[in-house]
């Protein structure tokens, strides 16, 4: 590599619009390299490039090869120069070793499709013929039939690259050249147009845009002939269904419907202009017609947009005469006419429902809404299409139902009014689940046009979206680029497969070559707990979604991880003004995007709330609820819910295990320039759709084995001018043996094949110098070349005399195997002969385990045993004496068959016969066993109810006692308190009494003491003594206090009164 970017040597440098230049180095600088490019444009300034980006040219440019692997130089510039010259040439189809590079023209290219050329590449060899799509349906179809193994083409680019009209030819080749000539075949075509008309639409990218994936399954017979057919879809771009860009449209149905229905089918479905409705006016509202068809439509059909700008053009799309082809298509996949009316109802009904707007309510003090008047008459058509009630279809829309947490069956119904945005976002979600689900409904009728009852191997083409990255993407790019790392991650190991499988093929014997892993991506994406799509699911799962919460809660989990990144750290100057809550940015294998995840949420979860679920449940039109199935109700709030991405991931991982046990081809679909025109070729455009397909990881994963490969007659041709009369006599294989082992080269550089000769990376150039040098050179060279091939035929004299001796002893074996083959083959003629008696008896002798199941059966039997014993009997003496006849007489295998049959189909019958008896006479018993049951239960049921009732007079009767006991003690307590206050007050009383009568006393002694002591005074003195009467002692006030006597009187009158009380209370506990 480092000679050919010598000063002087013609390099292609890189160019922003054109994707490489051709130049000439004219500087060198420590990492950079300065290139003059050799353009006809005026001021043509130099081109300064690091050397990783600068690589070596052909010589000669003019030149283009059918496999860029037969080029000098394997780089992603000389890939692209390939390209260019053939697409020039009108040869859009290149090959990469085995994979076909299909660079759409936008325009018919004569006879590249037609029959003829369809018959030139049957059973052709990959290789012999031209590149073509034809010759990948060709080598599928052979790998198939030799390795007895299903295939898979995978077909992939971005929108607008040929994917669907690619899919189309593979599968008209597959059933054209080994169709079994029934209609079978021609459906699996006609197929098409009906997928196409309810899942494609006219994006910015493409007119014909397939806005879905789909595996189509063509199955074979043991014939290899075609059977049948199945289609898988994955990913049907539900968002496009409500809103699309000005420039795009919606899907076909709805335009076709429009301009081609008749004025009957128009008139039922209450169908008018496209800008008529809110689901398509804010996109593109025009028709595509070709120049007999404009005037077919009615004046009243055509949109605004349309009558001011025309009609769309495009060579394959008209929509009148689509429909007409839409309706064909629907005759011969077997849809009959009431179905068909059924199909275009429910896509109508889709429309009108878009037009039904809401407004405030403002007399509801809940913030609630309601349909205004000019909505009534598409609430009301809506209805009828759908089968509906008008009131009920509005309140379904306007309002909510919510149980409480702990409802049950019997719980309380809450219903809630929506408000504006939220009534809108369920119209949508349920405009979005009706077409969703008639989407699947069309793909299950194709699958029903085309069964079969056994296939022995398939042949599936996937239709997928390549690697998508716009200024602004969102959820459905997130996934579609998830599904292309994961096929990247497929291609790889399946491309290295087969490098290696040449590798072998040509005997090289060398080790295997690696390549780089994007497992990484995958894990970020899908690992459990972990991954994106698992952390979308837990934040859709709370009470209230929040994006933000949802970006930040990735880039906490993926702090470090070198995959994931946040938007500031975009190329892009508009993906830096996002915050980093507000997305992020994946490094894929093919490049960095930046995801804005605000939408994220709301299209993981498409589910219907359950006022809207038991709206469609409780239409009147079987065909709507046809669509919806017999659903259970599922479980209410969001943790029953499985998100869009997990089904997706689910589909993706049966995709891929599908894949996995198939054998493999590619096809990689180029659009040449945005514009869709024929004759453009943008290089810088295509470059990007080369990395993003893989072919630029493909040319680097074979820089580590032999990329470069040359047929040794290519090489013989190359040099021969350069070489003496005698020397370019030789063999191709000869001469290039020799030339490689004159010129010196080192082993490793280069390996010898059966066919060919491989190089390592470069070392095709260094030949190609070696050859071109200088005449001394030249001639020392040849010298070398004479030397070699005189030592080499004497090594061959050598060999030939030991192949002789070996060939003798050959001989002498060959000999002895000849007789073991002739003892084998008369062994084979007596198996022959006596095989199909060997057989018959083998058959035979397996009848006798039915008679063994029989006599059981019989021996359980206890009605009819003895007639059903002598039939099994009779049975068991037929088989006997079949097996006596084939043992005893030369019976062939038609008459052993027959009567093998004959007692086979008897026993059959006698064992169904002896089963329904034995299984007649069980139900009997277990009828009967099951009447015990009930009776012993009803028994039970009596006996629990006499208990229950004595339980509750016992218990009745406590309640009683206990009330009377409790009533007693109270009483008592009640007796014992009086009994206490009265002798508390004869206390008091006799208490004050005592008290009295000691001042009393008191007062007697203070006069008896006063008395003597005037005595003493008086004698003393001599004085006498005046008598006085003696005092009485003063009375105190007091309250009268009953005698003693009448203290007690009072006691016996109380329990005079107590005693009857008393009395009751014992009786009542003797009672």
Not at 118 to 144: E, N
Not at 324 to 343: T, W
Not at 519 to 536: M, P
């Amino acid at each position: 590599m480092a000679k050919s970017l010598d000063g002087g040597n013609k390099v292609w440098a890189p160019h922003t619009h054109e994707g490489f230049v051709l130049g000439t180095i004219v500087d060198m600088g420590s990492d950079t390299l300065t290139i003059e490019p050799f353009t006809k444009e005026r001021n043509a300034k130099p081109i300064t490039a690091p050397f990783s980006e600068v690589y070596p040219a052909e010589e000669d440019q003019d030149k283009d090869v059918d496999d860029n692997c037969s080029l000098m130089f394997l780089n992603e510039a000389t890939l692209l120069h390939n390209i260019r010259l053939r697409y020039k040439r009108e040869q859009i189809y290149t090959y990469v070793a085995n994979i076909l590079i299909a660079v759409n023209p936008y325009h018919d290219i004569p006879k590249l499709y037609s029959s003829d050329t369809i018959q030139a590449y049957l059973g052709k060899s990959l290789g012999t013929m031209p590149p073509h799509v034809f010759a990948i349906a060709d080598k599928t179809y052979r790998d198939m039939k030799v390795n007895k193994e299903s295939q898979s083409i995978i077909v992939s680019g971005e929108s607008g690259a040929g994917k669907t009209e690619t899919t189309k030819y593979i599968l008209r080749y597959l059933t054209e050249s080994h169709g079994s000539g029934m209609i079978i075949d021609q459906r699996i075509v006609e197929a098409n147009p009906l997928l196409e008309a309810f899942g494609n639409a006219k994006t910015v990218r493409n007119n014909n845009s397939s806005r879905f994936g789909k595996f189509v399954e063509i199955h074979f017979d043991h014939k290899h002939k075609v059977v049948g057919g199945y289609v898988s879809h994955y990913l049907l771009e539900k968002s496009r269904i409500c809103s699309q860009s000005r420039q795009e449209r919606n899907y076909h149905i709805f335009y076709r419907m429009c301009a081609g229905a008749p004025e009957d089918v128009r008139v039922k479905l209450h169908l008018g202009s496209p800008d008529e409705y809110h689901y398509l006016r804010n996109g593109c509202t025009q028709y595509f017609t070709q120049k007999d068809t404009i005037n077919l439509i009615n004046q009243a059909r055509k949109s605004k947009q349309f009558l001011k700008d025309g009609s769309l053009h495009d060579p394959i799309l008209d929509d009148v005469k689509d429909y007409k082809r839409m309706e064909d298509a629907m005759k011969c996949v077997g849809i009959e006419e009431k179905e068909k009316m059924d199909l275009f109802r429910v896509a109508a009904a889709v429309l009108h429902l878009g037009n039904v707007a809401f407004e405030e309510d403002h007399n509801n003090t809940s913030g609630g809404c309601i349909v205004p008047q000019s909505s009534e008459k598409a609430l009301a058509v809506t209805a009828q299409l759908m089968g509906l009630g008008k009131e009920e279809l509005q309140e379904a829309l306007t309002t909510r139902v919510m149980q409480t947490a702990r409802a049950g069956p019997g719980g309380t119904v809450i219903k809630v009014p929506l408000k504006f945005d939220q009534a809108s976002n369920a119209r949508d979600a349920l405009a979005k689940s009706v077409y969703s689900r008639l989407f699947d409904r069309v793909v299950a009728r194709v699958n029903q046009c085309f069964p079969f009852k056994h296939s022995e191997h398939f042949i599936g083409v996937l239709d997928i979206a390549g690697f998508e990255y716009f200024e602004m993407n969102s959820f459905e790019q997130f996934c579609i680029n998830y599904c292309n790392e994961k096929l990247q991650q497929f291609f790889n190991e399946r491309i290295l497969k087969e490098e290696q499988e040449l590798y072998q093929k040509e005997g090289l014997g060398v080790a295997e070559v690696s390549y780089v892993d994007n497992q990484d991506a995958i894990d970020l994406v899908e690992r459990k707990a972990s991954g994106i799509l698992d952390i979308l699911d837990e934040e859709s799962r709370l009470p209230r979604p929040d994006s933000i919460h949802f970006t930040t809660e990735v880039h906490n989990r993926h702090k470090n991880h070198f995959r994931l990144t946040i938007p500031r750290k975009s190329k892009l100057a508009n993906h830096k003004k996002l915050r980093d809550d507000e997305g992020f940015v994946i490094r894929h294998f093919a490049g960095a995007v930046c995801y804005t995840t605000k939408l994220f949420i709301e299209k993981n979860n498409d589910a219907l709330h359950d006022s809207l679920e038991f709206l469609i449940q409780e239409s009147k039109d079987p065909f709507l609820r046809g669509l919806f199935g017999d659903n259970k109700k599922k479980p209410s709030g969001k943790l029953g819910f499985i998100s869009v991405g997990n089904k997706f991931k689910t589909q993706l991982e049966q995709l891929l295990d599908k894949l996995r046990n198939t054998g493999s081809a590619f096809v990689r679909c180029i659009k040449p320039n945005l514009k869709m025109t024929s004759g453009m070729f943008e290089g810088a455009q295509i470059l990007s759709q080369l990395q993003c397909a893989g072919m630029v990881s493909v040319l680097d994963l074979m820089q580590g084995g032999f990329p470069s490969r040359a047929q040794f007659s290519d090489l013989y041709n190359m040099y021969k001018k350069y070489l003496p009369a005698d020397l370019a006599r030789l063999d191709p294989r000869l001469f290039c043996k020799a030339l490689f082992k004159a010129l010196g080269l080192n082993e490793h550089d280069f390996k010898f094949g059966l066919t060919k000769v491989f190089f390592r990376p470069g070392k095709f150039a260094e030949f190609d110098q070696i050859m071109k040098s200088d005449p001394e050179h030249l001639a020392a060279l040849v010298a070398k070349v004479r030397k070699w091939l005189l030592q080499s035929r004497w090594k061959k004299a050598q060999w030939c005399s030991l192949s002789v001796i070996k060939l003798k002893n050959k001989i002498l074996y060959r000999r002895a195997a000849l007789i073991k083959i002739q003892s084998g083959f008369r062994m084979m003629l007596c198996m022959k002969k006596h095989k199909p008696r060997i057989d018959g008896l083998k058959k035979v002798t397996t009848l006798k385990k039915l008679i063994g199941q029989m006599h059981q059966l019989v021996s359980a039997l206890k009605e009819d045993k003895q007639s059903s014993g002598k039939q099994v009997t009779e049975m068991e003496k037929g088989i006997d004496g079949l097996v006596r006849k084939i043992k005893t007489t030369m019976m062939t295998r038609e008459q052993i068959d027959k009567d093998y049959n004959t007692l086979y189909n008897q026993a059959t019958q006698m064992m169904k016969t002896l089963d329904s008896k034995k299984k007649k006479q069980e139900e009997e018993e277990r009828m009967r066993k099951i009447q015990e049951e009930m009776e012993r239960e009803r028994k039970a049921r009596e006996e629990e109810e006499r208990k229950r009732k004595q339980e509750e007079e016992e218990k009745k009767l406590r309640l009683e006692m206990e009330a009377q006991r409790k009533k007693e003690e109270e009483e008592q307590k009640r007796r014992e308190e009086e009994e206490k206050r009265l002798q508390k007050e004869i206390e008091e009383q006799l208490a004050k009494e005592a008290e009295e009568e000691a001042k009393n006393q008191a007062i007697l002694e203070q006069e008896r003491r006063d008395r003597e002591l005037a005595m003493r005074l008086a004698q003393d003195e001599g004085q006498e003594i005046i008598e006085e009467p003696p005092m009485e002692a003063p009375q105190l006030k007091s309250t009268p206090v009953p005698a003693p006597r009448a203290v007690q009187a009072a006691a016996e009158a109380f329990q005079e009164a107590v005693q009857p009380a008393q009395d009751e209370s014992a009786a009542a506990k003797q009672g």
